[in-house]
T-cell receptor, first 112, second 119 residues
Framework: EDQVTQSPEALRLQEGESSSLNCSYT??????LFWYRQDPGKGPEFLFT???AGEEKEKERLKATLTKKESFLHITAPKPEDSATYLC?????????????FGQGTELSVKP | GAVVSQHPSWVICKSGTSVKIECRSL??????MFWYRQFPKQSLMLMAT?????????EQGVEKDKFLINHASLTLSTLTVTSAHPEDSSFYIC???????????????FGAGTRLSVL
């Protein structure tokens, strides 16, 4: 069964305290892995997409990496405005119209 | 670019009535749109995939007659919750992907969501 697991479920950081969020996946064939940010009561906002092991993408304080089994979202010197739920999703090869399978998310809280 | 608009953002209705939610791609043509449901503190669960001009593909366990999806144009998909009941109360979110010829065709762009409360 195709599965996506994110850890930790919740993460509390002090402003400036760098950390990483994990997304592990077990799928029959990966077309792409996606990271989204979701603020309370809003729809997810696209951050990154990664397609092959070893690939890395960066945007401001965020950096996403991909291996054959997992992806990491590294947050460097976070600020309170980085507080949100971060969602990881996979898209399968030979898909099914491009649908995404989401993990449960990591709720990040950054305190000043 | 790639803006998806969803309306309404919040709706309250009485049990037994129907509610329609609209999802529009504002600056691109979306041949494929998706409808998700999200319960509090939980992730997004795909309900159905909507392709312009054809019938929607529903995920296992989703009632087709309960959640009617129409994708009549390349920029508009609608979800109608028929005969709504309190257990249908949830956060409904749509997304759209860019056309096949686009370099970013695999990326889904999401609307802001609709909070449905059924009394």
């Amino acid at each position: 069964e195709d599965q996506v697991t994110q850890s930790p479920e919740a993460l509390r950081l002090q402003e400036g305290e760098s950390s990483s969020l994990n997304c592990s996946y077990t799928v029959s064939g990966l077309r792409g892995l996606f990271w989204y940010r979701q603020d309370p009561g809003k729809g997810p906002e696209f951050l990154f997409t990664l397609y092959s092991a070893g690939e890395e993408k960066e945007k401001e304080r965020l950096k996403a990496t991909l291996t054959k089994k997992e992806s990491f979202l590294h947050i460097t010197a976070p600020k309170p405005e980085d507080s949100a739920t971060y969602l990881c999703a996979v898209q399968l090869l030979g898909n099914q119209g491009g649908k995404l399978i989401f993990g449960q998310g990591t709720e990040l809280s950054v305190k000043p | 670019g790639a803006v998806v608009s969803q309306h309404p953002s919040w709706v309250i209705c009485k049990s037994g009535t129907s509610v329609k939610i609209e999802c529009r791609s504002l600056d691109f043509q979306a041949t494929t749109m998706f409808w998700y449901r999200q319960f509090p503190k939980q992730s997004l669960m795909l309900m159905a995939t909507s392709n312009e001009g054809s019938k929607a593909t529903y995920e296992q366990g989703v009632e087709k007659d309960k959640f009617l999806i129409n994708h009549a144009s390349l920029t508009l998909s609608t979800l109608t919750v028929t005969s709504a009941h309190p257990e249908d109360s949830s956060f409904y979110i749509c997304s759209a992907s860019l056309p096949r010829g686009s370099l970013a065709k695999n990326i889904q762009y999401f609307g802001a969501g609709t909070r449905l409360s059924v009394l």
